[in-house]
């Protein structure tokens, strides 16, 4: 009897399991920086309000640090249906839009108020639906901040960046600012870049405080420079199919759930901006170099023309919307 009764018990669990499976919406999210980063703490927020809100009809699965995917393949495997969520850097879509290049244009934005100004405008949110055609819809922004350069050696004015290799993001605008500096630019993966700084394979790279903090990149950069001249943020993606076949009320609630995922990853961002370039500083691995504005007007100087060159791919009208926001 006691085995019997046991054995409906077990069959009991299995249906509920399988019957709870079978209905419940998986949503693998796919990232590529580290879970103490704005990206990292967003994806994490957004799983564990879905958990308390959705239990048993919506389950999140987070895979940061490019477990699953980095963001060369996250794309395409949002579109197979191998991932749902995403949030890849606005540089990384060029396949699919060249408008959201707009974002790479060195010195477009003066600070975040004026990024997140424009992607709060018209034209900005008009940027989320730039690839619905081709079966990709973006949910929204999230911010991480501004770049920095960081090299083998003190880079304070443009001379300083000649012939030196720079790893940049998948991105023909960034090539290109750095080709204005007569530096050389290499497209590689995120996972790639502290290998390839720490084995000299390349000179220097640009990214955000919290990104170059949480991937260690500070110890093998001797020198950082406060540059601010470009924005990284990012765009929450996902596939039209999946997006658009949720039932009504679960894609509210989950909107929701972004939005408020979005707000705690933009605080985060702000934060570790300055917290984080402060604990790069306290480290002594790296001297991070202060750059006079008449420095920084000869990097905007040289780099300037790359606006033109891609204008006619973005499109003067948008680019003159986000210069505008500042
Ligand atoms: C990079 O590739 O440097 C960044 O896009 C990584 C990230 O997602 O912040």
Do not use: C
């Not at 606005?90 to 959201?100: D, Q, R």
């Not at 596939?239 to 658009?244: D, G, L, M, Q, T």
Request: aromatic share 8%.
């Amino acid at each position: 009897m006691k085995k019997l009764l046991s054995a409906v018990a077990l069959s009991a669990v299995m249906l509920t399991s399988t019957g709870l499976s079978a209905k419940e919406i998986i949503i693998k999210f796919s990232h590529v920086v580290a879970e103490n980063t704005p990206k990292g703490q967003m994806a994490n927020k957004f799983r564990d309000l879905v958990a308390e809100r959705l239990a048993g009809k919506v389950k999140v699965e987070v895979f940061p640090n490019a477990q699953l995917f980095g963001d060369n393949k996250v794309l395409e495997a949002i579109l197979l249906g191998d991932v749902q969520l995403a949030a890849p850097s606005l540089s990384k879509f060029k396949k699919y839009t060249k408008k959201l290049q707009v974002f790479d244009l060195p010195f477009l934005f003066n600070n975040m108020d004026a990024v997140e100004k424009f992607q709060n405008s018209p034209a900005g949110k008009g940027l989320l639906r730039s690839m619905e055609s081709k079966g990709l819809i973006g949910l929204g922004y999230l911010h991480n901040g501004l770049k920095q350069m960081s090299a083998s050696k003190p880079l304070r004015v443009p001379a300083d960046a000649n012939g030196l290799k720079f790893r940049i993001m998948s991105s023909d605008v960034l090539a290109a600012q750095f080709q204005a500096v007569g530096a050389l630019p290499l497209k590689k993966p995120f996972s790639e870049v502290f290998t390839l700084l720490q084995t000299k394979a390349i000179d220097g790279q640009e990214n955000t405080w919290s990104n170059i903090y949480s991937k260690k990149f500070f110890e093998v950069q001797p020198y950082i420079s406060e540059t601010n001249h470009g924005a990284l943020d990012y765009l929450i993606i996902t596939s039209a199919e999946f997006w658009n076949g949720l039932p009504a009320d679960i894609r509210a609630e989950l909107e929701k759930a972004l939005n408020e995922a979005v707000a705690l990853g933009n605080k985060v961002a702000i934060e570790k901006s300055v917290k984080d370039r402060q604990k790069i500083i306290d480290s002594g691995r790296s001297t991070v170099l202060t750059l006079t504005p008449e420095e920084i007007a000869k990097w905007r100087a040289a780099m300037k023309p790359v606006w033109t060159k891609f204008e006619d791919q973005i499109g003067k009208d948008l680019i003159a919307a986000a210069a505008a926001s500042n």
